[in-house]
């Protein structure tokens, strides 16, 4: 089987403190694999390792082996800034760049050497189309990002991660600062997306990950302790600290 990105015996440090033991995971392509486990356990720590954003904390080791399509992420010539393009990675907190909505979308493309005005004009729209915002912002292109809703900058964030037409898109609690409406919007879209996208995603909401994801991967302690179709983890996860989160004990 053809896996979009896998994960074999990955071991984080930040210095001595160890923060992931020994993690092996495989994402299958086009699908929504939702990390679960209680705060502090190592999820976004693991999914800041698929585009190494961990690189940017100082004192981080790794070990272990990451591929996107089988190609070794962590390799000394790895080009990281086409890797963070074709892995993309949406906050926990909406952080829209202080400039106008159009120029938040181009701003991917425009790094990436894009300048042609027809294309960008034709690239935000596709992407905010993509990020179910271009009916309610198509009139006000050159306002400010920062007079969005929250829940509006949120897929303002997405639609911005879509402009660079990414491969991998990883979420980082993308609803965890959003009133239920909105919520119900971006878990929507993230059903949508996964039809052009692989999606990974870390959320404490137990209800959002049964909703929306295909995969749950339940991590306790810095270690992946079960990992299977979303369904089986909710109806008969095999293991008994899995049944225990999800059921309330703990967590």
């Not at 990436?112 to 271009?134: C, Y």
Request: aromatic fraction near 8%; charge should be neutral.
């Amino acid at each position: 089987m053809e896996y979009k990105m896998q994960v074999k015996g990955l071991n984080l440090y930040y210095g001595s403190a160890q923060a992931l033991y020994d993690v092996s995971l495989a994402v299958q392509p086009n699908s929504i694999v939702a990390l679960i486990g209680p705060s502090g356990c190592g999820k976004s720590t693991f999914l800041k390792t698929l585009n190494r954003m961990n690189d940017l904390v100082k004192g981080v080791r790794i070990n272990g082996e990451i591929t996107l399509d089988g190609e070794d992420l962590y390799k000394a010539d790895m080009d990281i800034v086409n890797l963070r393009k074709r892995v993309g990675m949406v906050f926990q907190r909406p952080n829209p760049f202080p400039m106008s909505i159009y120029d938040n979308i181009a701003y991917g493309p425009r790094i990436h050497g894009l300048n042609n005005k027809a294309e960008l004009d034709r690239i935000v729209e596709k992407s905010l189309t993509g990020a179910a915002l271009w009916d309610e912002v198509k009139d006000r292109l050159s306002a400010s990002a920062m007079g969005l809703s929250g829940g509006q900058q949120q897929r303002l964030c997405i639609a911005r991660v879509l402009a660079v037409e990414p491969e991998v898109v990883l979420m980082d609690e993308p609803c965890s600062a959003l009133d239920p409406i909105s919520t119900m919007k971006i878990e929507e879209l993230i059903t949508e997306l996964k039809e052009k996208y692989t999606i990974v995603m870390v959320t404490h909401n137990m209800q959002q990950a049964a909703r929306v994801s295909d995969y749950t991967a339940f991590f306790l302690n810095g270690k992946l302790m079960e990992h299977d179709f979303t369904n089986i983890i909710f109806t008969k996860p095999s293991n008994k600290k899995t049944e225990d989160y999800i059921t309330g004990r703990f967590g």
